[in-house]
């Protein structure tokens, strides 16, 4: 599949704002952003980059690779692991761990389950899942395609999309609207600042939000 990258100016922009900010950026674009389920493995690490994805199918008679595709991602880049969901088994250990932070990757999401914890841990690596779980995912998934369309969270990502993953989890922009996003995510930032410093100048909440268009921030563009 071939795709543009997204310009790396364009991506570092994102690491200005949460993903609650940029969730209520996408929503006054009728876009759902937020990834169900997915939540981060340690608290307290920033995690933003450009999608490169890998979608997971169950082995069959012939049992493919798990975890091969490491070295065609470029650092700054994110992994994108769909294994649809499956708790039962993981594709993501301490061996990918070391080499993605090794290579500069930014981190990694799963639609399923990480393991070995402590080493994930000792490398403050960016990793969002569903949760941990140590049965190897060798002989029970294999890697189907790279660069392709994805889900992760009842979401759409597509090779080049930009996520951004912290403590609240994952929130994923289409590339082809990243910059009115960050416009709208830089507009929304701004007046939420403000209705906090109003509120600590004496102003009631009702006060500030009414001044500042709280109600409509994120209220979807007609």
């Known amino acids: 599949m071939e795709f543009k990258r997204p310009d790396p100016e364009t991506v570092r922009r994102f690491a200005f704002f949460s993903t609650s900010t940029i969730s209520d950026a996408l929503d006054k674009f009728g876009i759902g952003g937020g990834c169900k389920g997915i939540t981060p493995a340690i608290p307290k690490v920033k995690m933003v980059g450009t999608a490169y994805t890998v979608r997971y199918i169950p082995v069959g008679a012939a049992k493919g690779t798990v975890g091969d595709y490491i070295d065609d991602v470029l650092p700054g880049d994110v992994v994108v692991l769909d294994n649809n969901s499956r708790t039962d088994c993981t594709v993501w250990g301490d061996i990918l761990t070391v080499t993605a932070k090794m290579k500069g990757i930014s981190g990694t999401v799963i639609d399923g389950v990480c393991r070995d914890l402590p080493t994930i841990l000792k490398e403050r690596y960016p990793i969002f899942s569903r949760g941990r ?28 999309d930009i996520l951004v993953g912290d403590d609240s989890g994952v929130v994923v ?3 082809e609207m990243a910059e009115k996003v960050l416009e709208a995510a830089r507009t929304i930032d701004e ?11 004496g102003f009631s909440l009702t006060e500030a939000r009414t001044k500042f268009g709280y109600h409509t921030l994120q209220r979807k563009q007609e």
């Not at 294999?142 to 979401?155: C, D, F, L, N, R």
Request: proline share 5%; with cysteine; glycine share 8%.
């Open 173 to 175: 922009v289409p590339q």
């Open 133 to 160: 779980f140590m049965m190897t995912g060798k002989d029970r998934v294999m890697v189907e395609a790279t660069q392709v369309v994805v889900s992760i969270g009842m979401v759409q990502v597509k090779p080049g």
């Open 191 to 201: 007046a939420e600042k403000c209705i906090v410093q109003a509120v600590r100048e």
